[in-house]
């Protein structure tokens, strides 16, 4: 047994894992550096990182790893079997979704920027101050978003909300098609969707009061179309103009620009015996 743990241990997607995991320890230091999305176990009740560290050291014995996949692989329930299942997951997980959204939203904007863009978006502000920051096209949405509704539910805030709410929805149907596409089977799909919907980065569709709300469910369309586009299933163009709405929806999105050259070069620019495959099979 300590062998074949030896050997778990010393395979490089567990150490990878272990690593990932030993960051949430690390996180629950007050003195340590702030990581979101990996300090959760810090804010919450005493004995949960003692229930974290044994679960994460259990999972790393391949007893009970396979004992684990085992299990779920037992589980017959395949949404993406069909389009009526598919149709019927999404339904759930979204109105499971927009419930918890709604009923579990922050009850606090982070940092001020919060504050300062309801203030501003009430206060008819932008159009004086040319506010773009770094997503001009997501300032602008909001804008027309509230100066459409503003008359039905009034607060700038309010507005703010239903966009990070919406975002949320958007982003569990794609989540749900990005999983079919990436994986090759039912328990693969299953554990890139578990993933995708356990993520730190959730809070954001809480009703927090940001502009980043809208470039996930972005990220996922971008990513699916380069899955596409690298098939040869979609032109190349589609793919640039999605990536060119993200830059101006905020530009950080610039980080995904070596990911289309990447594209470009898979597509027209590789020798033709070059060897290499597609990393993602279609689903």
């Given at each position: 047994?300590?062998?074949?743990?030896?050997?778990?241990?010393?395979?490089?997607?567990?150490?990878?894992?272990?690593?990932?995991?030993?960051?949430?320890?690390?996180?629950?230091?007050?003195?340590?550096?702030?990581?979101?999305?990996?300090?959760?176990?810090?804010?919450?009740?005493?004995?949960?990182?003692?229930?974290?560290?044994?679960?994460?050291?259990?999972?790393?014995?391949?007893?009970?790893?396979?004992?684990?996949?085992?299990?779920?692989?037992?589980?017959?329930?395949?949404?993406?079997?069909?389009?009526?299942?598919?149709?019927?997951?999404?339904?759930?997980?979204?109105?499971?979704?927009?419930?918890?959204?709604?009923?579990?939203?922050?009850?606090?904007?982070?940092?001020?920027?919060?504050?300062?863009?309801?203030?501003?978006?009430?206060?008819?502000?932008?159009?004086?101050?040319?506010?773009s920051d770094r997503a001009p096209m997501t300032f602008w949405l909001v804008r027309q978003i509230h100066w459409l509704g503003r008359s039905v539910w009034g607060s700038a805030e309010t507005t703010y909300r239903i966009v990070s709410i919406s975002s949320g929805a958007l982003y569990v149907f794609f989540a749900f098609i990005f999983s079919g596409r990436i994986a090759a089977n039912r328990m693969e799909r299953s554990i890139v969707l578990v993933f995708l919907l356990t993520a730190g980065y959730l809070e954001l569709f809480f009703g927090y009061v940001?502009?980043?709300?809208?470039?996930?469910?972005?990220?996922?369309?971008?990513?699916?179309?380069?899955?596409?586009?690298?098939?040869?299933?979609?032109?190349?163009?589609?793919?640039?103009?999605?990536?060119?709405?993200?830059?101006?929806?905020?530009?950080?999105?610039?980080?995904?620009?070596?990911?289309?050259?990447?594209?470009?070069?898979?597509?027209?620019?590789?020798?033709?015996?070059?060897?290499?495959?597609?990393?993602?099979?279609?689903?």
């Amino acid at each position: 047994m300590l062998k074949k743990t030896s050997e778990a241990i010393m395979d490089r997607s567990t150490a990878v894992a272990c690593g990932f995991l030993a960051l949430h320890l690390l996180a629950i230091r007050r003195d340590a550096i702030p990581m979101w999305g990996v300090d959760f176990l810090r804010y919450g009740p005493g004995w949960g990182p003692y229930v974290f560290t044994i679960a994460a050291i259990a999972t790393l014995f391949p007893a009970v790893s396979a004992a684990l996949y085992s299990g779920f692989s037992r589980i017959k329930f395949d949404p993406w079997r069909s389009t009526r299942s598919a149709a019927l997951t999404v339904a759930g997980l979204g109105l499971l979704a927009l419930v918890l959204f709604v009923n579990f939203r922050s009850a606090i904007h982070l940092l001020g920027d919060g504050y300062l863009y309801v203030r501003e978006l009430d206060g008819e502000s932008w159009e004086s101050l040319s506010r773009s920051d770094r997503a001009p096209m997501t300032f602008w949405l909001v804008r027309q978003i509230h100066w459409l509704g503003r008359s039905v539910w009034g607060s700038a805030e309010t507005t703010y909300r239903i966009v990070s709410i919406s975002s949320g929805a958007l982003y569990v149907f794609f989540a749900f098609i990005f999983s079919g596409r990436i994986a090759a089977n039912r328990m693969e799909r299953s554990i890139v969707l578990v993933f995708l919907l356990t993520a730190g980065y959730l809070e954001l569709f809480f009703g927090y009061v940001e502009n980043y709300g809208p470039l996930f469910p972005g990220m996922l369309i971008y990513i699916l179309l380069g899955i596409k586009t690298l098939h040869d299933e979609t032109r190349t163009i589609t793919l640039a103009v999605t990536l060119g709405f993200l830059l101006t929806l905020h530009f950080a999105m610039i980080s995904f620009v070596p990911s289309f050259l990447y594209v470009l070069w898979r597509r027209y620019g590789k020798p033709a015996d070059d060897g290499l495959q597609p990393l993602w099979r279609p689903g």
